[in-house]
C-alpha cells in the first residue's frame, strides 16, 4: 500500500472514531440538561450515565478504566463538565460532519430541485446553473470541510476524553475503599483456602501416612511376640514393616510436596519449572529469564500456578503445544502460559484456574486470563517480588 494512501485511511479512521465520540457525547450531553433537575435529587442517577462516559473515554484513549464506586459526588460535576464542554463539541462535530453530507447530496442532486429565480445557490453562497461550477464548487467545500474534520474532531473527541476521564477518576479515599474491599476479599479467600488446605493435608495424613505407621507398629509387636518361637515368620513380618515404611516415606513425600515442593529446595525456580516440561502432557517449551532472588512463597506460586494451567491445558485444552515464559521487570515477577488449544477456558467455573488467582492474590498478585473460542488461551500471573 503506498504510505500516501496509508495515512489518509489512518487519518479518515481517526476522524470517523473522534466523529462518533463527540457525536454520542452530543447525544449524552443532550440527556443529561434535560434530566439535570431529577439527577440533582437523585445524584446515585447519574452513575449510569457516568460510567457509560468513562468507557467510551477509556475505549478511545485505550486506557484501562479502574473500577470506582457506582455513585460519586464527581458525577455532578461531570454533569457540567458534560454540558458545559460536550455540548457544544458534540454540536460543532453534528455541524461539521452534516455539513459534509449534505454538500455530498448538494453537489449530486441539486439538478433534481425545482428550478428557482434567482438561480440555485451552493451551501457556500455561489450561484450554480450548470454541472461544472457545482462539482468543482462543492468539490472544494467538501474538501475544505474533510480537512476542518481531520484536524479538529479528533484532538476535540481526545480532549473531552481526557477531562471526562479527570473528572470521573475515583478519588484517593475512593481508591482507599477499593483497596480495603479488595483486601478484605482477599484475606477471606486466603484464610478460606488454607483452612481447606490443612484439612486436605490432615486427611491425607490420617487416611494414608498415619494408617500404614499403625501398620508397621502392630506387625513389629506381633514380630516381636513371635521372635522367640519362629524366626522365621518373624523375619516375614519384618520384611513386610520394611516395605510398608517404604511406601509410608513415599506417601508422606507426596504430601510435603504439596506444601513446599522439594525441587524447589533443591533445583530453585527455574530448575523446579524446566523439569516440568517433559512432564506437562503437550510438548511445552519453558522459558525462564534471569529472575535474581526471589522471595520463597512467590515461588511457591509461580510453581504450582504453571504446574495447575499445563494440567488444566493437557486435561482441556486438546492443545498441541504449550509454552511457558517467566520473566521479572524490575520488582514484578510474571509467568505467561500459552496454548493453541480450542480455547474457551473461563476461572469462574471453579476450576483449577480459580485456584490460581486466589493463589496469586493471597500475595497481592493478580492473574489475567485470554481464552476466546478456537484460541489460542494465555494466562498471565503477576507477583510483587521487592
Known sequence: MHPVIGEVRARSADTGRGGRYLLGTLVTAVVSLVAVPLLLCVPSAAAPWAERQRRRAGALLGRPV?????????????????????????????????????????????????????????????????????LTLNLAQFLLLAVLAAVVLPPLAR?????CLAVLAPSPADRLAARVGELTRTRADVLQAHGAELR??????????????????MRLAVAGEVLPRDPDAAAV?????????????TELRSVI?????????????AGALGALGPRAGVPTRIDVGELGEVPAAVEVVVYFAVTEALANIARHSGAGRAAVRVARDGTRLSARITDDGAGGADASRGSGLDGIR????????????SSPPGGPTVVTVELPCA
Open 257 to 269: 510436596r504439596t506444601v513446599y515442593p522439594p525441587v524447589l529446595a533443591d533445583q530453585g525456580l
Open 237 to 249: 513380618l519384618v520384611r513386610q514393616a520394611r516395605a510398608e515404611t517404604e511406601e509410608a516415606m
Open 159 to 163: 480532549a473531552h476524553a481526557r477531562c
Open 358 to 369: 486466589r493463589r496469586a492474590a493471597a500475595l497481592d498478585g493478580t492473574m489475567k486470563i
Open 200 to 217: 486436605r493435608i490432615e486427611r491425607d495424613l490420617h487416611d494414608g501416612t498415619q494408617a500404614r505407621l499403625v501398620a508397621i507398629a
Open 66 to 134: 479502574e473500577p470506582r464506586p457506582r455513585a460519586s459526588r464527581r458525577d455532578l460535576a461531570w454533569l457540567v463538565t458534560q454540558v458545559a464542554f460536550g455540548l457544544p463539541a458534540g454540536a460543532f462535530a453534528l455541524l461539521c460532519l452534516g455539513n459534509l453530507l449534505l454538500t455530498l447530496v448538494v453537489t449530486v442532486g441539486w439538478w433534481a430541485f425545482p428550478p428557482a429565480d434567482p438561480p440555485r445557490l451552493l451551501l457556500s453562497g455561489v450561484r450554480v446553473d450548470g454541472w461544472d461550477p457545482a
